[in-house]
């Protein structure tokens, strides 16, 4: 006989305003036997906001707790019940708990299925005014300077728009090490307080969106950066190299050759001096 497993349901949750809610999570929420959620106050607090009467065992799951309870979560799931998975805003999984329990279900054999609901991804996405046809979600930027200026490095020819989280007290370092690695041309979108009261969306170049945040900007962040253009000059490493070697043998400080064939062919200074290094080894 066939073993019956419960379902794991990963639900969407409004990102601001509570009558973004579908019908479905109400009922869903009513009738789940398990509720793991990021935050058991603010679950409550939805719940009442929507009028639903939870039922539920309710356990909490969040960044510190999840490996450790993704064990007993599979558990109930093979003893046939169902668990719903619930964060603060947003989906589970998507810069939030939710994939290490997704993992442990998949491999024990328990259906997992998903609760749609508000995305601060698309929905930025949407108002950036930046091209939608290809993009990627890189999630938050690493909180060391160093770190970050690597990643981002790593990002800056990539073609498809790019989708951050940002914390707003990081935001202006954030913004201007994008302007540093993408090019302070570089068209962006901050979107911020999405759905709420005091939405805002504010478009620019980097280096413009970098000089706006620096006194300080409040609420949830969405950053939205257009994507590496096609480049028209140069592109190989060695024959940018060799450009700023022209520059300096006729005086020009290394610096000043790096910042003059970046901007010629359209290629973010780190790329140039990059192959600059490269070269010289």
């Not at 706006?212 to 590496?228: F, K, R, S």
Request: a neutral charge; proline letters at 7%.
């Amino acid at each position: 006989m066939a073993r019956v497993t419960g379902t794991l349901l990963l639900a969407g949750a409004p990102i601001g305003r509570v009558e973004d809610a579908s019908g479905r999570l109400r009922s869903a929420l009513a009738a789940a036997p398990v509720i793991a959620a990021e935050d058991t106050r603010r679950l409550r607090r939805l719940a009442g906001d929507l009028g639903v009467e939870i039922a539920a065992r309710v356990v909490s799951y969040n960044d510190l707790n999840e490996r450790a309870r993704a064990a007993g979560l599979v558990a109930e799931l093979l003893a046939g019940r169902d668990v719903l998975v619930i964060t603060d805003a947003g989906m589970p999984g998507v810069s939030d708990p939710g994939y290490r329990l997704v993992v442990a279900a998949v491999a024990a054999g328990v259906e997992v299925t998903v609760l749609p609901g508000p995305s601060a991804v698309t929905a930025a996405l949407a108002v950036s005014g930046l091209p939608t046809d290809r993009f990627c979600f890189e999630g938050f930027p690493p909180r060391k300077p160093g770190e970050r200026s690597r990643r981002l490095a790593a990002l800056a020819g990539e073609p498809r728009t790019l989708v951050f989280f940002e914390s707003p007290r990081r935001l202006p370092a954030t913004l201007a090490a994008m302007a540093d690695a993408f090019g302070a041309d570089r068209p962006a979108a901050v979107c911020r307080e999405l759905t709420k009261t005091y939405e805002e969306v504010r478009r620019g170049t980097l280096a413009d969106l970098a000089a706006w945040a620096e006194p300080g900007v409040l609420g949830e962040i969405t950053l939205v950066v257009g994507g590496a253009p096609e480049p028209e000059g140069l592109s190989d490493p060695a024959d940018l190299a060799a450009a700023v070697a022209v520059r300096e043998e006729a005086g020009t400080p290394r610096k000043q050759a790096i910042a003059e064939v970046a901007k010629e062919n359209g290629t973010p200074k780190r790329f140039v001096y990059d192959a600059v290094v490269k070269a010289r080894k």
